[in-house]
């Protein structure tokens, strides 16, 4: 008989209900779930009784755009710390995230459950040039080099396959034709459109801000064959695109029908721009900048030594000042793309929140935070917890193991010391994390996280 444990006295967020359970009983049993039961539940003999005292128990969170191969060992814990207990590698070189997926699982590496996509499947030339490129992307030249590179990436036990910027709708459409609904596809789109990606099957799209822009945005603004997404002009043309974006027009409803019809799942990543909704001082402020990882510092290190820039002192979160102009533009083409989440819900669609966290700003773990903060803006707390939980699930094809507080699944729970319906930031006070029925305190694994130098003590 494995190790009961029975959670007495929860505020329940299953991921399923739109309302939480009042007065609810949990009952693990090894690493599952087994039992949920409103009010009293008789404890089986010999279980661990826990009683929560009415604390509010959601389930594990998913962050379902991560890429581990950029953040190093402790942007793993981050997300643990921060109750995510499960991501999907949404980029990465096969054999790179492998070796992180089995050190996981032996217990190597501390984490989350790891779910991947495999390599970034680009056009012939790389859009993502430099270090990154180099860890993530895989270039397919033609229609008769698909089979050759998609099959082992399913034969290594890909859960998703990505397609990137530079592939065109041709080469994306034989894709998701190849792939054969044996795994999700979902992309990074640049020249295919998102609705030319809806109507050849594919079954998510991430980052509302790229990979809709060809769909919703002006017609002289939008990307096709020789966009580079390097560089300022890229960040000047996606900002224009969406100050200009019209959610009527006939296009952006068409698409975002066709989104909600075959419930393709939007996977947001609006934190990507979060420095914009706090400015430069903001963020230098942030607590979260304390645990910028080493891995990141070290790379921006670089880059700021090179362009001799190591003088300013936030050189870990900016290299060069923007405009306050630009800035509150920037923060206005982020509320354009809550507004599309929100059209997207409101229809019916499938929003779930992921986060790219790859990048240096918000950190890993705190970026979903962020993350559910934005999304409780566009569609509510309830429905941006389910984003990146339950919805989040089915977007990986995963409800049978995450997402939900129910009899069959993984006990991977959060236990919040607040109310988290009535102030979305109340999820940050996570009092333990529970992953396969394994309970961990997320204090003691900050606790053991180098602190970024440049955070101001
Ligand atoms: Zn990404």
């Given at each position: 008989?494995?190790?009961?444990?029975?959670?007495?006295?929860?505020?329940?967020?299953?991921?399923?209900?739109?309302?939480?359970?009042?007065?609810?009983?949990?009952?693990?049993?090894?690493?599952?779930?087994?039992?949920?039961?409103?009010?009293?539940?008789?404890?089986?003999?010999?279980?661990?009784?826990?009683?929560?005292?009415?604390?509010?128990?959601?389930?594990?969170?998913?962050?379902?755009?991560?890429?581990?191969?950029?953040?190093?060992?402790?942007?793993?814990?981050?997300?643990?710390?921060?109750?995510?207990?499960?991501?999907?590698?949404?980029?990465?070189?096969?054999?790179?995230?492998?070796?992180?997926?089995?050190?996981?699982?032996?217990?190597?590496?501390?984490?989350?459950?790891?779910?991947?996509?495999?390599?970034?499947?680009?056009?012939?030339?790389?859009?993502?040039?430099?270090?990154?490129?180099?860890?993530?992307?895989?270039?397919?030249?033609?229609?008769?080099?698909?089979?050759?590179?998609?099959?082992?990436?399913?034969?290594?036990?890909?859960?998703?396959?990505?397609?990137?910027?530079?592939?065109?709708?041709?080469?994306?459409?034989?894709?998701?034709?190849?792939?054969?609904?044996?795994?999700?596809?979902?992309?990074?789109?640049?020249?295919?459109?998102?609705?030319?990606?809806?109507?050849?099957?594919?079954?998510?799209?991430?980052?509302?801000?790229?990979?809709?822009?060809?769909?919703?945005?002006?017609?002289?603004?939008?990307?096709?064959?020789?966009?580079?997404?390097?560089g300022r002009q890229f960040m000047e043309r996606l900002r224009?695109?969406?100050?200009?974006?019209?959610?009527?027009?006939?296009?952006?409803?068409?698409?975002?029908?066709?989104?909600?019809?075959?419930?393709?799942?939007?996977?947001?990543?609006?934190?990507?721009?979060?420095?914009?909704?706090?400015?430069?001082?903001?963020?230098?402020?942030?607590?979260?900048?304390?645990?910028?990882?080493?891995?990141?510092?070290?790379?921006?290190?670089?880059?700021?030594?090179?362009?001799?820039?190591?003088?300013?002192?936030?050189?870990?979160?900016?290299?060069?000042?923007?405009?306050?102009?630009?800035?509150?533009?920037?923060?206005?083409?982020?509320?354009?793309?809550?507004?599309?989440?929100?059209?997207?819900?409101?229809?019916?669609?499938?929003?779930?929140?992921?986060?790219?966290?790859?990048?240096?700003?918000?950190?890993?773990?705190?970026?979903?935070?962020?993350?559910?903060?934005?999304?409780?803006?566009?569609?509510?707390?309830?429905?941006?917890?389910?984003?990146?939980?339950?919805?989040?699930?089915?977007?990986?094809?995963?409800?049978?193991?995450?997402?939900?507080?129910?009899?069959?699944?993984?006990?991977?729970?959060?236990?919040?010391?607040?109310?988290?319906?009535?102030?979305?930031?109340?999820?940050?006070?996570?009092?333990?994390?529970?992953?396969?029925?394994?309970?961990?305190?997320?204090?003691?694994?900050?606790?053991?996280?180098?602190?970024?130098?440049?955070?101001?003590?």
């Amino acid at each position: 008989m494995s190790a009961e444990i029975l959670l007495k006295n929860v505020r329940l967020i299953d991921g399923l209900r739109e309302q939480p359970i009042e007065r609810a009983a949990v009952l693990i049993r090894g690493d599952r779930i087994a039992a949920v039961e409103t009010g009293e539940m008789a404890a089986p003999a010999g279980a661990q009784i826990v009683d929560l005292g009415g604390k509010t128990v959601t389930p594990g969170l998913i962050d379902t755009h991560v890429h581990t191969v950029t953040i190093g060992d402790e942007g793993l814990k981050l997300f643990m710390a921060n109750g995510i207990t499960s991501v999907r590698d949404c980029g990465a070189k096969l054999e790179l995230v492998l070796a992180i997926k089995e050190a996981l699982e032996s217990g190597r590496k501390f984490g989350p459950r790891l779910y991947f996509c495999g390599p970034l499947l680009d056009g012939a030339q790389s859009s993502l040039p430099g270090a990154s490129g180099a860890l993530m992307t895989q270039n397919v030249p033609s229609r008769e080099a698909i089979p050759a590179i998609v099959k082992p990436i399913l034969d290594a036990g890909a859960d998703s396959l990505k397609l990137y910027f530079g592939l065109t709708a041709d080469l994306g459409e034989a894709i998701i034709r190849y792939a054969d609904g044996r795994v999700p596809v979902t992309g990074h789109l640049g020249y295919m459109r998102a609705s030319e990606a809806v109507k050849a099957g594919i079954n998510g799209l991430e980052h509302i801000s790229p990979s809709v822009f060809n769909d919703v945005c002006p017609a002289h603004l939008r990307f096709g064959p020789g966009t580079s997404m390097a560089g300022r002009q890229f960040m000047e043309r996606l900002r224009a695109g969406w100050l200009g974006a019209d959610f009527s027009a006939p296009e952006a409803r068409a698409l975002i029908d066709a989104m909600a019809r075959r419930q393709v799942a939007m996977g947001t990543t609006m934190n990507i721009n979060w420095l914009f909704r706090v400015g430069y001082e903001g963020a230098a402020r942030d607590r979260d900048r304390k645990y910028i990882v080493p891995k990141i510092l070290s790379g921006r290190r670089e880059t700021a030594q090179a362009q001799g820039k190591l003088s300013n002192p936030d050189w870990d979160l900016y290299f060069s000042r923007l405009d306050q102009a630009i800035i509150d533009q920037e923060r206005r083409a982020l509320e354009k793309q809550q507004e599309f989440c929100r059209r997207l819900f409101e229809a019916g669609g499938l929003v779930v929140g992921g986060t790219d966290a790859a990048i240096n700003y918000p950190p890993p773990g705190f970026s979903l935070m962020r993350e559910l903060e934005l999304l409780a803006e566009a569609i509510g707390a309830m429905n941006a917890i389910r984003a990146v939980t339950s919805k989040a699930a089915i977007a990986l094809r995963k409800q049978d193991d995450i997402g939900a507080v129910a009899p069959g699944r993984f006990a991977d729970l959060v236990v919040i010391d607040s109310d988290p319906l009535a102030d979305i930031t109340r999820m940050r006070n996570i009092s333990a994390v529970f992953k396969g029925g394994v309970r961990y305190d997320p204090e003691s694994v900050l606790l053991e996280l180098p602190v970024n130098p440049n955070y101001p003590s």
